[in-house]
């Protein structure tokens, strides 16, 4: 199954539960409309990549898959509301307040957020306990322990000088705690071991990090008709980036030593697992153009 | 342990918890100032009374008890949002968004919805199946199965002519679902007979209802300094009601019925357990001046 066929099932699997307990039309649609507008995928596909070089099959991680995709998609419906980022363009297209109205985005974003947990407490294919263990782990990524206090600093630190440091640790919790649990949510399904559980967190936090330092750069040279969002965004809104600490220069230096960390720790992990799938990852994410 | 106590210890247990887990200050402070308000805590209660009902310990309902009570109030917290209800007073008090800002009341509504899974994921005096089956049942009220559609059907129904099935069925979504899932979150944790959750999901349907109509009849009769909400704030925003549908007399003819029915189903249940707290469950609902 390749990268297209994997995602294009996960997002599938989203919509059949949509579907499925649909109550109001409006919500349903509204809901539908985020998950279609289709993303790159990135935390299924990382999912995928980790269940594939642990020989596991991918069909175990679906609803895992398919409940970070829409923890995702919640957390960018809510992000782009007029009393928070205020973005009406996203993947290319009107965000959902834009489509649906506030009060509809809303709610649409707490149904996604809602549904992630069914959707795991639905996965029979999985023991219960492997599901707590999925629940809480992405709990933890999702909530003030992870995520939402991410979007809280970022928040906060918008239109203030903060060190390199600093913003890490924002970015860390942002979008470094979902990037961690897929791959840590994977050593779950797989019931890895934990040397090797360890070893691949450090990488998924890593090529976090690496991600957050292409999508700043990405912000400045990136084709709105690739990114799907508008050049020079952060600026506008005083955000602190990469770029803004370090220069376009600094960040792509900094990438590239994300990059190689990135490598040196698979590297490590050649003697346990195939780590062919994770070195196209970290290509994929250092050199992507949306 | 009587009533103040027991929610007392479900506040207490709901405040560990984000302490615990917090990350951002200010996600911490927000999240909390809503659960400290100190609603009526009729959810944890209803819960409970069902578990003394069946001979169960009060301590094995308390992670269900404490996400009931974040999720109803997460989702006070975005029904009081500018975009939504536009609320600024709530239990007599300024409403999150007042005193936080509209960007963290959204997010630290997501925080207690988030959290509300994790509290049940972390309790390991649950079996790892019965965890399973309340996030479930829990989600499934949560959700576009239960509030969150019926939050949607009651917008879509302002200003709007809707019959009173029409407006049964809302309630039955908006505020049905959680005070439903309060009884049956229970049985789970109890792990009654099918028999014996029929009959007791029948009551607490019937007193779901019951509790709508005594609201709406208090946002006309009540007095603020007891409700800590606006009287005729329901008319004001053209709310279709049991009052505006059936007149204050009708609405209160309609309680008394729904009074009656509940009674009916408790002396159904006499046989097999101990239905005196819930009697005292039915009367403070249709009595309550709050």
């Given at each position: ?219 400045i040279e990136g084709k709105p008709e690739e ?64």
């Amino acid at each position: 199954m390749n990268k297209t066929e994997s995602l294009t099932m996960v997002r599938r699997y989203i919509l059949d539960h949509l579907y499925k307990y649909r109550q109001s039309e409006t919500i349903y649609q509204a809901s539908r409309y985020s998950i279609e507008a289709g993303g790159k995928g990135l935390r299924p596909m990382l999912l995928f990549t980790v269940l594939d070089a642990l020989a596991v099959d991918r069909d175990k991680g679906l609803s895992a898959a398919a409940a970070l995709e829409m923890i995702h998609t919640y957390s960018l419906i809510h992000d782009d509301l007029p009393a928070m980022d205020n973005d009406d363009l996203r993947r290319g297209k009107p965000t959902n307040h834009v489509v649906f109205g506030e009060a509809t985005a809303i709610l649409a974003g707490d149904n996604l957020l809602n549904e992630s947990y069914k959707v795991i407490s639905n996965d029979d294919n999985l023991s219960f306990e492997t599901r707590i263990k999925l629940i809480n782990e992405l709990a933890s990524a999702s909530g003030q322990a992870g995520m939402i206090s991410g979007q809280m600093f970022d928040i906060e630190a918008e239109n203030k000088t903060i060190s390199l440091s600093e913003l890490e640790r924002i970015h860390q919790y942002k979008t470094g705690a979902l990037i961690r649990a897929s791959v840590s949510l994977a050593t779950i399904v797989a019931n890895a071991s934990e040397k090797l559980k360890e070893k691949l967190i450090d990488f998924s936090m890593v090529i976090g990090v690496l991600f957050q330092i292409k999508d700043d750069i990405l912000d400045i040279e990136g084709k709105p008709e690739e990114t799907g969002k508008n050049t020079g965004s952060d600026e506008k809104k005083g955000k602190v980036t990469y770029v803004s600490e370090l220069g376009l220069n600094g960040a792509k230096l900094e990438l590239e030593k994300k990059e190689k960390n990135a490598y040196k720790i698979l590297t490590e992990l050649d003697h346990d697992i195939d780590t062919s799938g994770l070195r196209e990852i970290v290509a994929m994410f250092a050199d992507r153009t949306q």
